[in-house]
């Protein structure tokens, strides 16, 4: 949990950057909505240097935690070849050793001026995967140094005075904290998307879990899955196989909650 | 083991109490002038241009005419708190407040509607642009007059 009192910080200028905590609602087609005051650099400096200070301090404190190292030495092994297969990406592909990482890969935005490092663990387990995360904070942390740093003065919007055709197509590969996310969208009439298609990182992340939890102990599965951080909520489908009749049925998002309110009735 | 475990209990001591008592206690982490909160709608400045409406990501704004009357409803419910409708607002009729405690079991709580006086046209009868303070006295009565005095 200190973890999380460690993020509260960043959660707080988030909100005084953006004007919100989580939905930033901060991009528009040609820039961004609101600029870095010079007021916020010093703040958002000192907040970064008092997180590296509280993070090295985790890092080394877990360290040595014997009980916690056994829970992850070993255990949700994803080799090389089926993180290949399986296409996972992030920090469950690093930690398996495929040294993929869309900002030096691809770059787009700002990446060309902030070259992030690739964390790359060749352990394949869940002591790799959380290795990979504790390292890419930091990293994060010395990005954003830089880029406040750096941070050029300028225009933050783009004039664009024609509406945008329709018909076009445009996809972006873009590195999220779980992975690649995957933005397709198709302009339509009115200067408005007409098809908008997301494959959020946990979408293939999530395929290679039954690869990863082969042959484990049933109390050694939430631990895998959670090791490669899932967002459920970008993948809320559910297939349910009757083994003996080998009869295969997909829950949909709706026959989910409505399953969850029958329990939530019936236990009343 | 017990060296991490020590460093691990000395980070949580450090820290010490973190949560606060919130609904019953002061606000932890009041927002500033920089939150976007739930969005106020003045009536009084409306035009009823409908650049809110265009606008909206999540098309919560829709505006229905009913022969003068243009009538705007809000079903915050679906509100994602971006605030472009007070950006793009040319009278600066909706502004983002500072209010963010909207848990409800109400529809109704998040729902707002406006109506608004235009100027219809004389063929169709739809609403073309606002009315003159003058024309809506017309239509409406003066204020003296409806509240029977």
Same mark, same amino acid.
């Given at each position: 949990m200190q973890t999380w009192r460690i993020r509260e910080p960043v959660m707080w200028l988030c909100e005084?950057?953006?004007?919100?905590?989580?939905?930033? /609602?901060?991009?528009?087609?040609?820039? =961004?909505?609101?600029?870095?005051? @010079?007021?916020?650099?010093p703040k958002i400096l000192e907040v970064v240097d008092r997180i590296e200070k509280e993070w090295l301090k985790v890092i080394d404190a877990i360290q040595g935690d014997t009980p916690l190292m056994m829970r992850l030495e070993g255990v949700g092994v994803l080799s090389h070849a089926d993180a290949v297969d399986y296409c996972v990406t992030g920090p469950t592909?690093?930690?398996? /050793?495929?040294?993929?990482?869309?900002? =030096?890969?691809?770059?787009?935005? @700002?990446?060309?001026?902030?070259?992030?490092?690739?964390?790359?663990?060749?352990g394949c387990d869940n002591l790799a995967r959380t290795l990979v995360r504790l390292e890419e904070t930091l990293e994060s942390i010395r990005l954003v140094r830089q880029g406040v740093q750096e941070l050029p003065d300028g225009s933050i919007m783009a004039n664009i005075p024609e509406e945008i055709p329709p018909g076009k197509e445009g996809v972006r590969v873009v590195e999220a904290p779980r992975g690649e996310s995957v933005h397709y969208v198709l302009t339509g009439e009115n200067n408005r998307p007409y098809r908008w298609k997301v494959r959020a990182p946990s979408y293939m992340n999530l395929a290679s879990v039954p690869a990863m939890i082969m042959g484990q102990e049933l109390a050694d599965v939430p631990i895998s899955i959670a090791s490669y951080d899932p967002c459920f909520s970008c993948t809320e489908r559910l297939e349910v196989v009757d083994r003996k009749r080998g009869a295969i049925r997909i829950y949909t998002n709706e026959e989910l909650t409505e399953l969850s309110r029958e329990k939530t009735i019936n236990r009343k | 083991m017990f060296m991490s475990k020590l460093k691990e209990a000395l980070i949580c001591l450090k820290a010490g109490r973190v949560t606060a008592a919130f609904p019953l206690g002061p606000e932890p982490h009041p927002p500033g002038d920089w939150y976007r909160g739930k969005i106020a709608v003045d009536v009084e400045k409306c035009i009823g241009c409908g650049g809110c409406a265009n606008v909206c990501p999540a098309r919560l704004i829709e505006i229905t005419d009913d022969g003068p009357q243009r009538i705007i409803e809000y079903f915050l419910k679906r509100c994602t708190y971006c605030g472009r409708c007070a950006e793009v607002c040319p009278e600066d009729a909706i502004a983002m407040t500072r209010e963010y405690q909207l848990a409800t079991n109400l529809n109704d709580d998040l729902y707002i509607?406006?109506?608004?006086?235009?100027?219809?046209?004389?063929?169709?009868?739809?609403?073309?642009?606002?009315?003159?303070?003058?024309?809506?006295?017309?239509?409406?009565?003066?204020?003296?007059?409806?509240?029977?005095?």
């Open positions: 005084e950057i953006t004007g919100n905590r989580k939905t930033y /609602g901060m991009n528009l087609i040609g820039g =961004v909505r609101r600029d870095i005051t @010079a007021a916020q650099k592909a690093r930690g398996s /050793g495929v040294a993929i990482d869309s900002r =030096v890969d691809h770059p787009y935005c @700002a990446y060309d001026y902030l070259v992030p490092e690739k964390k790359v663990q060749k | 509607r406006t109506e608004l006086y235009m100027g219809p046209c004389g063929r169709c009868g739809r609403c073309f642009k606002p009315a003159s303070p003058l024309d809506k006295m017309m239509v409406t009565g003066f204020r003296n007059q409806s509240e029977g005095k």
